[in-house]
């Protein structure tokens, strides 16, 4: 006679263990869930602003100089998710997980859903009914925001340092090379591209390629910095969500973000010996630059970030260009609201700072959010049960096949 145990054991194994059917049919759902997740990365998103420049100008003058109320009229990108029935392919591909068995689907799900809230708040955009949500607001802790502005008050000067280690003047084709060099070293099969056009001097995109802009300076710091930030950070984490199996894991369970930036940031801070000048002080200062976002119109949170970065070194242009930064997304310059993404690199950094050397090993390989690290053993013994293979790159190149404005 079976004992209770032997029955709770036998009922547990069946939720992690699927039949090759099932496996079949997860991979094919997951397929299709990497096609759909790539271009809501690029098609979702406003991600870079193209007239910074121009209402830079005018915001000097008219709010600046002349005191003046001016809200930035943002100009980007025209964004093509209609182009791929991006909205109607996400309702069919959440019906289709929702009738398989498998205890991953939830996940999936989410981050569906998130593809179609993204859909609608684009189409609140266009209209005149936008309001930041009140979850929003309340999105900040009173700890969180106590440690940002004691790191800006703390910071006496940002300048440069003038040692040679910080002079920006290495080219970007000698930068390829000493990036070609740590991917390598690491077994990372990234493909370097060079992007002039992006306004960050690099970045990592989930679909193996490395950006870099090539008629950028960098200093040795830079480099250090960057190789610790960008390829033991994010390239690794997606690496290991390849090694899985799962573009899930690739793109990252919901909440990512915050584990993601803030086991970057860490990294750049103590996996280097030259710690890139005022890091910290970076990501303080852009958490609390979304903070007043959400509670000050445009014109009077410049006046209190001003106010407050007062002896800072901090430029009046630098504040406006962070300010246009966390309102990318949401556009609207007129209304509260700010890029949640970007308090995602201090919320991140002070949990992972707090966390052991095993504890952070854990987060490295499982692209997920901190709602999901108490089931990281859960995750195991689905693996365990199930032989998922690699993601091969000829498995990528069908999710890149379908998505046909792929930046270059």
């Known amino acids: 006679m079976k004992t209770i145990l032997q029955y709770i054991k036998e009922s547990y194994d069946e939720i992690w263990d699927l039949s090759k059917e099932e496996i079949q049919q997860l991979l094919d759902l997951d397929l299709e869930y990497g096609k759909l997740m790539l271009i809501s990365r690029y098609e979702t998103v406003a991600r870079e602003i193209l007239n910074g420049d121009e209402e830079w100008e005018k915001f000097e003058q008219i709010h600046i100089i002349n005191g003046q109320k001016y809200f930035p009229v943002i100009k980007h990108k025209e964004l093509k998710y209609e182009k791929y029935d991006l909205e109607n392919r996400t309702n069919k591909l ?158 990252g369970l919901p909440g990512k973000n915050i584990f993601d930036e803030g086991m970057a940031i860490w990294n750049s801070l103590n996996l280097t010996v030259h710690q890139k000048p005022y890091a910290l002080f970076k990501i303080c200062f852009s958490y609390i630059v979304c903070y007043y976002l959400a509670q000050y119109d445009f014109c009077e949170a410049f006046d209190r970030i001003k106010l407050l970065c007062e002896g800072k070194h901090v430029s009046d242009k630098l504040i406006f260009k962070q300010m246009m930064r966390s309102k990318r997304s949401t556009i609207r310059t007129d209304r509260l609201g700010y890029w949640s993404g970007d308090i995602d690199y201090l919320r991140g950094y002070l949990l992972i700072n707090q966390m052991t050397t095993e504890e952070r090993e854990k987060i490295i390989k499982w692209n997920i959010g901190p709602d999901q690290y108490y089931n990281i053993e859960a995750f195991e013994k689905f693996f365990e049960y199930n032989d998922i293979p690699e993601i091969s790159n000829k498995r990528l190149n069908e999710i890149k096949k379908d998505y046909k404005d792929l930046p270059k």
Not at 181 to 205: C, F, H, S, T
Request: hydrophobic share 35%; aromatic share 10%; charged share 35%.
């Open 94 to 251: 959440i019906d289709k997980f929702r009738q398989i068995r498998c205890p991953l689907k939830k996940y999936y799900i989410e981050n569906l859903d998130s593809i179609l809230s993204k859909i609608d708040y684009i189409k609140n955009l266009e209209g005149n009914d936008y309001e930041i949500a009140a979850k929003k607001i309340s999105n900040f802790e009173q700890s969180t925001i106590d440690y940002a502005l004691d790191v800006i008050h703390n910071t006496k000067d940002t300048s440069m340092p003038k040692d040679k280690i910080y002079k920006r003047d290495i080219t970007g084709d000698k930068v390829k090379e000493k990036i070609q060099q740590a991917l390598d070293e690491l077994g990372y099969d990234w493909k370097i591209i060079e992007n002039n056009d992006m306004p960050p001097r690099m970045g990592v995109n989930p679909e193996k390629t490395f950006r870099i802009r090539t008629t950028a300076k960098f200093s040795e710091v830079d480099i250090e910095s960057l190789i610790a930030h960008e390829i033991k950070g994010h390239v690794r984490k997606r690496y290991e969500g390849y090694k899985k199996g799962l573009f899930l894991f690739v793109f």
